[in-house]
């Protein structure tokens, strides 16, 4: 192993954690909502501003890093990477320390500003940490690379709930208002503050080209990134609303009746499928020549998966889960470990799945939604890696403007929101069709680099 890969590999393992932590305090929205909303006695369009305020500061601060780049050169090319993942440890700290004052005077506005500051640091995090992993190594294995990295990203997503739920729901259940979150978040600042300190001593490969850091909009000539961000904005905002109704969804007696305890578990299926799929896709995107090998590591990772909820939860419900994962797995075989293919597939399943969800009530509608967590799995890796290769020089402004259509997840699930408190709960969930119809068109056209000008540039 050359001095290269090796300083790759130990960079790539140090971002984990990275990825596991921002994966872990971005889900535990889902537990703020229903939360919050019983503190606050709000309706649903009312507790949605959590998840719109938290997702607008993506948009907000990737405009912000756009606008620098185009007239000044862009910031990450000039200082590089580490120091934008440094800054943004440091901003998401100061956004959970944010909680404490917003849970001591008990004011909703407050604790949507905190929000909205731990999103403007998971922005830079965003905007430096993706590509960063992309380049990492070759180009053909960096959608496996990005998947395999979004894994932690999904087990932190998939503990949160579960963590999450307990903590507020359970553990300091008998706190007066809103209390029940100054512990908690005192602690994951502490993390963030911790991490950045970590980063900040951590060797880390550097990538800069400071001679070619030039103004303009370089990177809105590339078609793959324009439909990109569409693909981009669908994908966080479908994914994000169907998260964020599922406690309140799967508290109707007509799909399950659930209390919110029991509802916080579940919301862990769909965040852990995400991570079974991602690191299925990890495997099955990769650089490996042989393909029976990839088949049976992935049919073994399958296999552990049915295994661990069997018994982390009961037998009966790994049965019921085990259908998804037989077809998750058809589906990895069909897309031929292309990216592109891949996407497009799981893409027509989901909007299948939502469809039966939609059209049924009790446990066909409840599994079908949690299902769709597991084929949202590689969506935001094979989307991001499709739209920023062979952008060169212009890939950290790229993945700017790819983060900053996560504002997906700010106004889908506002519209969601406002859906349930017209038309009910259950129909909601036909706002996230229109998502999958798009993730779908990119994975079959949207994501083929034609080589013309879309857009008047600059700067070039």
């Known amino acids: 192993m050359t001095?290269?890969?090796?300083?790759?590999?130990?960079?790539?393992?140090?971002l984990t954690f990275l990825f596991f932590m921002w994966g872990f305090m971005t889900v535990l929205n889902d537990i703020l909502i229903p939360y919050l909303k019983g503190v606050f006695e709000l309706n649903h369009t009312q507790a949605m501003l959590i998840q719109f305020s938290f997702f607008t500061a993506y948009f907000?601060?990737?405009?912000?890093?756009?606008?620098?780049?185009?007239?000044?050169?862009d910031p990450i090319n000039r200082i590089g990477y580490k120091k934008g993942l440094v800054m943004g440890l440091l901003i998401s700290g100061l956004g959970?320390?944010?909680?404490?004052?917003?849970?001591?005077?008990?004011?909703?506005?407050?604790?949507?500003?905190?929000?909205?500051?731990?999103?403007?640091?998971?922005?830079?995090?965003q905007i430096a940490a993706n590509p960063y992993v992309s380049i990492l190594g070759s180009e053909k294995s960096a959608s496996s690379r990005l998947n395999l990295a979004q894994g932690f990203n999904s087990l932190g997503t998939t503990i949160g709930p579960v963590v999450g739920g307990f903590l507020v729901f359970t553990?300091?259940?008998?706190?007066?208002?809103?209390?029940?979150?100054?512990?908690?978040?005192l602690f994951f600042a502490l993390m963030f503050l911790l991490m950045a300190g970590f980063i900040r001593l951590t060797p880390l490969p550097r990538f800069t080209n400071p001679e070619e850091v030039k103004g303009g909009f370089g990177a809105l000539k590339y078609r793959q990134l324009v439909f990109g961000m569409g693909a981009i904005f669908m994908y966080v905002g479908g994914e994000v609303s169907i998260g964020s109704m599922m406690i309140n969804y799967l508290e109707l007696p007509e799909i399950a009746g659930l209390n919110e305890t029991e509802g916080s578990k579940f919301v862990a299926f769909y965040w852990g499928g995400q991570m079974i799929g991602r690191f299925l896709g990890a495997i099955s995107l990769s650089k490996t020549e042989n393909k029976?090998?990839?088949?049976?590591?992935?049919?073994?990772?399958?296999?552990?998966?049915?295994?661990?909820?069997g018994v982390t939860s009961d037998w009966q419900t790994a049965g019921l889960y085990s259908g998804f994962l037989l077809l998750n797995l058809v589906a990895f075989y069909l897309g031929g470990?292309?990216?592109?293919?891949?996407?497009?597939?799981?893409?027509?399943?989901n909007l299948v799945l939502l469809v039966v969800a939609l059209s049924f009530t009790g446990a066909v509608a409840m599994w079908t939604v949690i299902g769709i967590g597991l084929f949202n799995s590689i969506m935001?890796?094979?989307?991001?890696?499709?739209?920023?290769?062979?952008?060169?020089?212009?890939?950290s402004q790229g993945s700017s403007l790819l983060v900053m259509m996560i504002l997906g997840g700010a106004l889908l699930p506002l519209l969601m929101g406002f859906v349930a408190d017209m038309m009910g709960v259950h129909m909601s969930y036909a706002v996230p069709l229109l998502s999958y119809v798009y993730i779908a068109f990119y994975g079959m056209n949207g994501y083929k680099p034609y080589k013309h000008h879309l857009v008047k540039v600059s700067g070039e």
Do not use: C
């Open 3 to 14: 001095n290269q890969t090796r300083g790759y590999t130990s960079a790539f393992i140090s």
């Open 60 to 73: 907000v601060g990737s405009l912000i890093y756009f606008l620098i780049s185009a007239s000044y050169g």
């Open 96 to 125: 959970a320390l944010l909680f404490y004052p917003a849970a001591q005077f008990h004011l909703y506005g407050l604790f949507l500003g905190a929000l909205f500051v731990l999103g403007l640091g998971f922005t830079l995090l």
């Open 171 to 185: 553990f300091f259940k008998d706190a007066q208002g809103s209390e029940a979150v100054k512990i908690p978040y």
């Open 292 to 309: 029976w090998l990839k088949y049976a590591l992935m049919i073994a990772i399958a296999l552990a998966s049915f295994v661990v909820i």
């Open 337 to 349: 470990s292309l990216p592109h293919r891949t996407l497009y597939l799981f893409a027509l399943i």
């Open 380 to 395: 935001w890796s094979n989307i991001f890696t499709l739209a920023i290769s062979g952008l060169g020089k212009h890939t």
